[in-house]
C-alpha cells in the first residue's frame, strides 16, 4: 500500500480515479479493510486493477508471485485467469490467513500458498508466463535475474513499490533506506535497458514495473 495517501498523484486526481473505480468487490473490499486494520501492505486497488487486466490480455497460464501476504494478488489474478498461480510466502502465519481468504473466494484448486523464502523456492520453478513481484526490495535484482530465464516468450514481470516513497527519484536518501533504493534502481534499469525485454516504469501507487519478454 502508499505509505502516503498520495504516492505520487495530486490529491484531487487521486480522487477523481477513484471515484470513476466500479463498486468494489465484497471480498477485495473485505481484504482491504483487514489489511488497513492490521498495517499489511498489500497492493493498492488501482494496481490489483492493473494486475487483472495484465493477467487477462495476455491469457497467462503460469502465474508465480512473490510476496503474497494476506493473499489479495493471488485472488485478483486467479480471478483474471484460467490458470494457476503459485504464490510464495515466508511467513507461515501470513500463509494460513491467505489461504483462509483464497478458500474464501473458492480458489484453493488454482492457488498454491507456498511457505519459504522467495529466492530458494523461485529457483524451484522451471517456467512461467507471468511473474508479479512484491516481496523484499533489496532482493528484487536478484528476483529479476532467476524470473527472467524462467520467462516464456511473451511472458510478463509487473513489480509493485519500485518507486518507493518517491526515494528512487531523490539525491539524498536515509541511510536506513539506501539498500532497498539501490537494489530498487538497479531493478528498474535492467527493466527497462535489458535485451529483449520491453519494459516501463508506470506511477500507479508506489510506481509499477511493467515488462514484456520479446525474446
Not at 44 to 65: M, N, Y
Not at 96 to 109: D, K
Not at 141 to 158: D, H, K, T
Amino acid at each position: 500500500m502508499k505509505h502516503t495517501s498520495d504516492a505520487i498523484l495530486k490529491p484531487e486526481q487521486a480522487r477523481y480515479l477513484e471515484a470513476l473505480e466500479p463498486t468494489r468487490d465484497p471480498l477485495l473490499a473485505k481484504l482491504e479493510r483487514f489489511a488497513a486494520e492490521r498495517h499489511q501492505p498489500i497492493s493498492d486497488p488501482e494496481v490489483a486493477s492493473f494486475l487483472a487486466i495484465t493477467v487477462r490480455s495476455h491469457r497467462a497460464k503460469r502465474i508465480v508471485e512473490l510476496g503474497t501476504n494476506i493473499g489479495y494478488g493471488a485472488i485478483v489474478m486467479a480471478r483474471a485467469s484460467e490458470g494457476q498461480v503459485v504464490t510464495i510466502e515466508k511467513s507461515r502465519e501470513l500463509c494460513e490467513t491467505a489461504r483462509g481468504f483464497i478458500g474464501e473466494a473458492q480458489l484453493l484448486g488454482r492457488v498454491e500458498v507456498r511457505e519459504g523464502a522467495a529466492i530458494a523456492e523461485l529457483e524451484k520453478i522451471d517456467a512461467m508466463d507471468f511473474v508479479y513481484i512484491d516481496c523484499v526490495k533489496e532482493e528484487y535484482p536478484r528476483y529479476f535475474e532467476l524470473a527472467l530465464p524462467r520467462l516464456s516468450a511473451g511472458g510478463v514481470i509487473v513489480a509493485d513499490n519500485v518507486l518507493w516513497k518517491g526515494l528512487v527519484a531523490r539525491d539524498e536518501v536515509p541511510a536506513e533506506e539506501r539498500a532497498r533504493v539501490e537494489a530498487l534502481r538497479a531493478f528498474n534499469r535492467a527493466i527497462v535497458a535489458t535485451p529483449g525485454l520491453r519494459g516501463v516504469i508506470l506511477p500507479l501507487g508506489d510506481g509499477v514495473a511493467y515488462a514484456v519478454k520479446t525474446t
